[in-house]
């Protein structure tokens, strides 16, 4: 039975194509993945840099993850209905409860994360950074302002931080006075920011900027500067999964959970 579910679960046959394989039909196989048991994996608990982050699988729950990235091996996950401070916090005391030394923490852009770990090195995923630009200015911005701005932060990821804010700096200055420019509302006299979603693109990087380089300031933990380790193992969860679409949730979870267990 658990050859046949790690042929089912790693492999990318079905349950009709299994059940063809062995003359028995979809129904059988399906009843036999359900009694299938999910090995228990053990790790030894050290020292460790926790990349985490939470991906969703259609709009009913998502599973949030803490990783190992030098150890390429997923720590910790839970199935929950949204993502919170609160449960990422939980996942990183849980792991100390475990005996694993938390060294660093590599997390996403969520507001109030980066100051959920006090005394920890926290690094923000310079890729999400990136998506939280775009967000405002676009991927084809048309002002000029934002053309620059765009090339400038597609280099985050490629540069250290005494390069970064000097071209950030250099930026502001050349556009200063374009992002103070303000229309007013002929009806009510009220007044806004002209280039509102410039103003808030680099204020997010202003905002984030000393958790943005936290790898450079603790070279010898080795800490990622992105979230990537956790995007790959997602990406490959994916994969399986839509090999098997139609699954119940609670079979989709237990698949979710082998391929998580393996990676």
């Not at 196989?29 to 608990?45: F, G, N, S, T």
């Not at 990422?88 to 060294?103: C, F, P, S, T």
């Amino acid at each position: 039975m658990q050859s046949l579910w790690q042929t089912f679960s790693h492999g990318k046959q079905t349950y009709t194509e299994i059940g063809r394989r062995l003359g028995r039909s979809r129904w059988w196989v399906q009843k036999q993945m359900d009694k299938a048991k999910i090995q228990p994996r053990l790790l030894e608990a050290g020292a460790v840099v926790v990349v985490m982050d939470t991906t969703y699988f259609g709009k009913v729950f998502g599973v949030m993850v803490w990783r190992c990235p030098h150890r390429h091996k997923n720590l910790l996950w839970k199935f929950l209905p949204c993502e919170t401070i609160a449960a990422y916090v939980a996942g990183v005391e849980e792991l100390k409860r475990r005996g694993w030394n938390i060294l660093g923490v590599v997390c996403d852009a969520r507001r109030g994360l980066v100051h959920a770990f006090p005394g920890v090195p926290v690094q923000m995923c310079q890729f999400h950074q990136v998506q939280i630009v775009f967000r405002y200015i676009t991927r084809k911005p048309k002002l000029e302002a934002g053309k620059e701005l765009r090339e400038l932060v597609l280099e985050l990821t490629k540069t250290d931080e005494a390069s970064f804010r000097h071209w950030l700096s250099l930026w502001h200055r050349r556009w200063k006075e374009f992002l103070r420019e303000k229309t007013t509302d002929p009806m009510t006299g009220r007044w806004h920011f002209t280039h509102k979603r410039l103003r808030s693109a680099y204020r997010s990087l202003e905002t984030n900027f000393p958790w943005l380089f936290t790898f450079e300031h603790h070279p010898h933990l080795c800490i990622p500067n992105t979230t990537n380790s956790l995007e790959g193992s997602f990406t490959h969860i994916k994969k399986k999964i839509h090999v098997h679409t139609g699954l119940r949730i609670d079979r989709k979870q237990k698949l979710i959970q082998e391929l998580l267990r393996g990676k």
